[in-house]
């Protein structure tokens, strides 16, 4: 199951299966794609927090639905698809999304918060991707995640050697931006999403789409470069100038 809550401009999307430390079953996929898609389409929201219910964030697929949907290379790229979904939903939310990571993080789990554009980890987070001692690879859509955040060396060390590491040395390898006390946890998230909300919506958007064009590795082209500028010509700029001029926090709407 996979709840949705609002606290004025800040949406919790919410993975809610406890009593499976929020294993992810074959339902709550398409859930989390159709929450992102319709998340990401309202304006009135300026950042989504991201968590899992309970102590733990997720450690990734549910393995007992293995055998009847993931039994062969073709169900395994059906399923997969449908995965991918949610990821593409993610990624592609307008707004930014922060993880609030506790407990296990793991394998599919792991890739639904490195896909966040910020993650902030309590001292309990684990994280890794084991699945070579289950004989299975993860594929592209998945590695290609684990790759962008931890790089090259780390990545291979972290499939290769199976482990799963603390929050600590999942900070030092850039797959967290930081790490809290577990008590301090919930507090670090809100502050990060209420700065982030205070921010002008347009251009902490524009901020997240510049990064994920410059994720590529192609350079911007000319076109891109001037339109890079638009934020100059919007009614936040305006609101964000006269602010600052007349000592007082800005008030912006988005226009």
Known sequence: MVLVDRDGSVATVTLNRPQRLNALDHTMWPALADVFSTLGADEGVRVV?????????????????????????????????????????????????????AGPCTGAGMVLALLCDLRIAGESARM?????????????????????AAGHAAALELVLEARVIDAAEAREKGLVNRVVADRELDAAVAD??????????????????FARRLATGTPPSAEEVA????????????????????????????R
């Open 192 to 209: 990060s999403a209420g700065r982030i909300a205070a921010g002008a919506p347009l251009v902490n958007r524009w901020h997240k789409a």
């Open 49 to 101: 927090v991201l968590r899992g219910a309970g102590k733990a964030f997720s450690p990734g697929a549910d393995i007992s639905e293995f055998e009847d949907r993931r039994g062969s290379p073709d169900q395994a790229a059906a399923y997969g698809r449908v995965m991918d979904r949610a990821y593409a939903a993610i990624t592609g939310c307008p707004h930014p999304v922060i993880a609030r990571v």
């Open 227 to 254: 339109a890079s500028y638009a934020s100059f010509g919007t009614a936040d700029y305006r609101e964000g100038f006269s602010a600052f001029l007349e000592k007082r926090p800005p008030r912006f709407d988005g």
């Open 128 to 148: 890794g991707a084991p699945v070579s001692r289950l004989g299975l690879a993860m594929p592209y859509p998945e590695f290609g995640a684990l790759y962008a």
